[in-house]
């Protein structure tokens, strides 16, 4: 993992004019990401603006200040560094780590599906950075593609938390996706860290058949498919029995009975499949 250096400690007190900016890497909710780059160390990072104005119109300040409480604590090779941030009149920005390759989300749209070997590397090197918050009480519940970053040797980052109970809320009132919450979150029951597990088994079935398993058309019918644990496995392509009972023990409705990520990690699929540096190096190449 390539630590920041020195020249980016924690507490310093950060201003827009310490970075050149260079070109935008995306647009999000509430403002872009840029690249840019700390003049003095010449530290490359990824710099995230977002609008004061629209923070509080969609009264999200308590989210964005748990977001940045819970991942400046977080130090995991396969969790997006947040460094500091700073704010002027209008804008607040996040100091991000830069994940050199993109979206995962962008990824699997180019591969439609994922090697198994490639998938069992992305699940073992995610369970491990669960466990990692798991261990500091931080559950993410908002684990899909869209908030996994890919970095420069082509490791998994995860990013954007703290906006869970947000996106939740979100997601029920704004007919976006319900398709990598656990039975008991779309039913608005109790729920804890092994909710988390659940979104494991959901993206892991998504890398090798190209679709997460409840989709549906309407929402209410994924809401349906999830509550009842709907799970059929498509006959192509072709994929191993080890992964389909992996993903059979991730996707339990009663969340007591969900693989535990340690026990995951020792699965016969994940131990034959993953790679041990977590590393898929076929990244952005030809091959999936
Ligand atoms: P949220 O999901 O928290 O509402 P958002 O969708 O508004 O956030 P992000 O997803 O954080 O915004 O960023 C928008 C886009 O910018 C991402 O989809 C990604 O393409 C790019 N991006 C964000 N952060 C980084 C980063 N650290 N490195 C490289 N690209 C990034
Ligand atoms: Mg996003």
Redesign the pocket.
């Known amino acids: 993992m390539v630590e920041a250096p020195e020249a980016v400690p924690e507490e310093r007190r950060w201003k827009l004019a310490d970075f050149d900016i260079g070109k935008?890497?995306?647009?999000?909710?509430?403002?872009?990401?840029y690249?840019a780059r700390e003049k003095r160390s010449k530290y490359v990072?990824?710099l995230?603006v977002?609008f004061k104005n629209q923070l509080q119109q969609s009264q999200v300040e308590h989210q964005l200040r748990r977001?940045i409480e819970i991942q400046s604590h977080l130090r995991h090779p396969n969790i997006?560094r947040l460094y500091g941030y700073f704010y002027d009149q209008n804008r607040v920005y996040l100091i991000?780590?830069?994940?050199?390759k993109?979206?995962l989300?962008?990824e699997l749209q180019r591969c439609k599906v994922f090697s198994e070997k490639r998938a069992a590397t992305y699940i073992a090197s995610l369970a491990r950075a669960l466990m990692y918050c798991h261990e500091k009480h931080v559950i993410h519940r908002?684990i899909k593609p869209?908030?996994l970053?890919i970095g420069m040797k082509g490791e998994l980052?995860i990013?954007?938390f703290g906006?869970s109970v947000h996106?939740f809320n979100r997601r029920r009132t704004m007919c976006g996706t319900l398709d990598y919450l656990p039975p008991e979150m779309v039913e608005n029951k109790e729920h804890d860290a092994s909710v988390d597990v659940w979104s494991l088994g959901v993206l892991c079935y998504e890398f090798l058949f190209g679709t997460p398993p409840f989709e549906a058309q309407k929402l209410s019918d994924t809401y349906r498919r999830i509550v009842r644990v709907d799970l059929k496995f498509p006959i192509k392509p072709v994929i191993s029995t080890a992964a389909k009972d992996l993903i059979c023990q991730l996707l339990c409705k009663d969340s007591s009975q969900r693989l535990p990520l340690k026990e995951l990690l020792a699965h016969p699929w994940i131990t034959a499949n993953a790679d041990p540096s977590g590393i898929y190096a076929g990244c952005g190449g030809a091959s999936a």
């Open positions: 935008p890497l995306g647009r999000g909710k509430f403002g872009n990401v690249l990072v990824a995230k977002l977001e997006l991000l780590e830069y994940a050199a993109g979206e989300y962008k908002d869209e908030n970053l980052k990013a954007d906006w996106t």
